[in-house]
């Protein structure tokens, strides 16, 4: 997946994953995943999706700031 955000692209197929968390099962509409990646550019984002009933009913990438990739990779 590709998105801008404020003139810079996040592609999850040309940055370096760094760590991907599931909750549930594929097909479950709670279920969801979040991964974490990191750009050339040392850029964080995370990439999200999830059933109806998850906190992420849409894939969608947000981005991060570096003390808030560390708090991912902390949990």
Known sequence: MKKVICKVEYDTDS????KKHTEGQFGD??????SLYETEGGKFFLY?????????????IKRMSKKEADLFLAK
């Open 29 to 34: 509409p709670a279920g969801f995943e979040e």
């Open 48 to 60: 999200v999706n999830g059933g109806a009933k998850s906190p992420y009913t849409a894939e969608n």
């Open 15 to 18: 940055a370096k994953l760094v």
